[in-house]
C-alpha cells in the first residue's frame, strides 16, 4: 500500500469510525445534560440498582447521575448522623465503577438548607444537633397535617448558627470524596423557614440575602476543591407574581436572592404540572439550568422540545446556559425499579417510570432527527 492508499484509508477508517457514532455527539451538542435522579438505594437493592443503571441508564444515553443520599452513608467524620444499615465505602464503589464504565458523571445530594424534617420526623442532623433548629419552637407533631398552625412544612438549619458549617461540609466532603465527584447537589428546595423572628442570629435580616448568603458559604466551599454547585431552582423564582405558587416558586421573598447568587451555580428547575418557560428567566439572570420533570410524560416531552428550542433561538452567550434535562424520582429506589421491572403494576397515564421512558425516547429522537 502506498502512502497515499494509507492515508486515504486512515482517513475513511476516521470519518466511518465518526459517522458510525452520529448519536453521541448530536446528542450532546442538543442536550448537553441528560440526567437521572433518585435516591440512592438500600443496601439490599444495589447490586439491582448497578444492573439498572448499567442495562437502562447508559443505553438511554443518560450522562448524569444525581443520588440523594443524604445520610444513607456510613460517614466517618460523622458516625451520629448516619442512618441505621447506610451504605458502606464498598457499597458506592460499586456504583462509582458502574459511572466510570459508562462514563455517566454521578452528582450526590445531601439537604442542606431546608427539609431537615419530614412529615412528623425530624432528620438525622437536627436529632444530633437540636441547636442547629431554626425554630426549635416549633414541635414535631404527633399526627402530622398540612396545612398547621405553625406553617411546618420541614425544619431547616439556621445558615447563621456558628458550628453548622463545620459538620455539615465534613459530610459534603466525605461524600463527594467517596463518589469521586465534581459536583455537588445540595437541594435547598422548599425552604419555608428562613430568617424567622425568634432566631436570635437570623431575625430582621432580609431573606433573599440569608438564602443566598447561604448559597455562597457552600458554592465557596465547593470551589476550595473544584467543585460545582447545583440547586433546585424554587427559591429563585417569585411564586406570586408569576402564579407559580409557593412549593414551585416562594412566598417568602427569597426570590431576589437570583441576582446575589454566584452564576456559576446549576439551578435544577423543576416543573410537573406545566411546562413552564422559566429556564429562559434563569439563562437571562447568567446561570446554567436544567429543566427537571417528575411524572407528566406529556409535559416532560414538550420541557425537552423547549430546551432543544431554546439552544436553537439563543444567542450563544445565552445558548450555553440551556444546559439539558433531569429526570426526577421522588419515590425509593426499590418502588421506581418494582414498576420499572413489572413487579408492580400502576394504571395511572402519568408515573415518574412512563415519564422517564418518554423523556428519554424524545431526547434520542431529537438527537436522531
Ligand atoms: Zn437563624
Not at 439537604?111 to 425530624?122: D, E, T, V, Y
Not at 466532603?173 to 424567622?196: K, L, N, R, S
Request: charged fraction near 25%; proline fraction near 5%; include cysteine.
Amino acid at each position: 500500500m502506498s502512502i497515499k492508499n494509507f492515508l486515504a484509508d486512515l482517513f475513511l477508517a476516521t470519518c466511518c469510525t465518526v459517522f458510525s457514532q452520529p448519536v453521541s455527539g448530536q446528542i450532546n451538542s442538543i442536550m448537553p445534560v441528560r440526567g437521572f435522579c433518585i435516591s440512592a438505594p438500600q443496601r439490599n437493592g444495589l447490586d439491582e440498582f448497578v444492573k439498572f443503571i448499567d442495562e437502562e441508564l447508559a443505553p438511554r444515553n443518560v450522562n448524569t447521575l444525581i443520588l440523594r443520599i443524604d445520610y444513607n452513608y456510613q460517614y466517618e467524620s460523622h458516625p451520629e448522623l448516619c442512618d441505621s444499615g447506610a451504605l458502606t465505602k464498598k457499597d458506592v464503589k460499586k456504583l462509582v465503577e458502574v459511572c466510570k464504565k459508562n462514563k455517566i458523571r454521578i452528582i450526590p445530594q445531601v439537604n442542606l438548607l431546608g427539609h431537615q424534617s419530614w412529615a412528623g420526623r425530624i432528620g438525622n442532623l437536627l436529632n444530633a444537633y437540636p441547636e442547629f433548629d431554626e425554630t426549635p419552637e416549633v414541635k414535631m407533631p404527633q399526627k402530622y397535617e398540612w396545612p398547621n398552625a405553625d406553617g411546618l412544612y420541614c425544619k431547616s438549619y439556621c445558615p447563621l448558627h456558628p458550628e453548622v458549617h463545620n459538620v455539615v461540609f465534613a459530610v459534603v466532603d466525605e461524600i463527594c470524596d467517596v463518589f469521586e465527584a465534581d459536583a455537588f447537589h445540595a437541594g435547598m428546595d422548599e425552604v419555608f423557614y428562613i430568617g424567622e423572628k425568634q432566631c436570635p442570629r437570623c431575625s430582621g435580616i432580609d431573606k433573599a440575602e440569608l438564602f443566598a448568603g447561604e448559597v455562597r458559604t457552600i458554592r465557596d466551599h465547593l470551589a476550595l476543591s473544584k467543585r460545582q454547585l447545583w440547586i433546585w431552582g424554587d427559591r429563585l423564582i417569585d411564586g406570586k407574581t408569576t402564579g407559580i405558587g409557593e412549593w414551585e416558586g416562594s412566598y417568602n421573598s427569597t426570590h431576589r436572592a437570583v441576582d446575589m447568587i454566584p452564576k456559576d451555580v446549576m439551578i435544577c428547575d423543576w416543573h410537573y404540572e406545566r411546562p413552564d418557560q422559566t429556564p429562559v428567566y434563569f439563562a437571562m439572570k447568567g446561570l446554567s439550568v436544567v429543566t427537571c420533570p417528575w411524572r407528566m410524560p406529556e409535559n416532560a416531552v414538550k420541557q425537552a422540545q423547549d430546551m432543544v428550542k431554546f439552544r436553537e433561538y439563543s444567542t450563544p452567550e445565552m445558548k450555553e446556559r440551556f444546559m439539558g434535562m433531569v429526570q426526577t424520582v421522588w419515590s425509593g429506589t426499590r418502588q421506581f425499579l418494582d414498576v420499572y421491572y413489572g413487579r408492580r403494576t400502576e394504571t395511572d397515564e402519568n408515573t415518574p417510570v412512563k415519564c422517564f421512558r418518554a423523556l428519554f425516547d424524545e431526547m434520542n429522537r431529537l438527537a436522531d432527527n
